[in-house]
């Protein structure tokens, strides 16, 4: 989304059963659910291709995937951003700072408190640390910032409202107690509370809201797939063909 409730949800259609072989994995009514195996797999950061212009869909981001003689296993979009595609706060790309962190006070969604950075590291760490906390480091290959924090160590970011009507389709990522991220796309609208309620029932100590409405999320091995927007950073997850 340009920066500018469920009123119930029953868990047990919520949860999601995660087995040691993704196929065994039961598809969820309600979210989008992309775990990733670190030790196989890595995540990857696009905002624009090698003519320096931005990738903007999850379409444009394969068919460039494609060239590199690889697949597109996943994909969302990966945070705010402002005109011209470029991306709202912090974003690294192969350990290069493209756009500066920002630690301001403003309206919308981003400046909740606390906000917060997904990173990833140059041995595939993942990382979520509210921006106050935050360091530069060298070992950072890909980082972005958004806002607000869903969960912060284990618990609901406390100014969420477990009755807000402000629902949204939203996406985020979050990080599983083994350390893996986790990417989440609502199917529904849904409140902040109770997006962030998901991300604790699956476990996760940390996540952060990537963005809402315009939220779109390609994974065509649950035959989920969503190829248009207009985006700045998008995350993905490719293989070799």
Known sequence: MKLNILSKISFISVFVVFFSCKEDRQINPDFVVYSVDTKNEKVEFFWKNNQNQAFRNIQNLKKYINTKNRDLKFAMNGGMFIENNIPKGLYI??????????????EGNFYLKPNGIFYMTRSNESVIISTENFKTDSDIRFATQSGPMLLINGKINPIFRKNSGNLNIRNGVGILKNGDPIFVMSKKKINFYHFASFFKSLGCNEALYLD????????????????????????GITTAK
């Not at 994974?219 to 985006?231: C, K, S, T, V, Y």
């Open 212 to 235: 809402g409405f315009f939220s779109r999320a390609y994974f065509p091995e649950e035959n989920w797939i969503q190829e248009d927007g207009d985006f700045g950073v998008m995350i």
């Open 93 to 106: 790309e192969n350990y290069k700072t493209l756009h500066p962190i920002d630690t301001l006070s403003g």
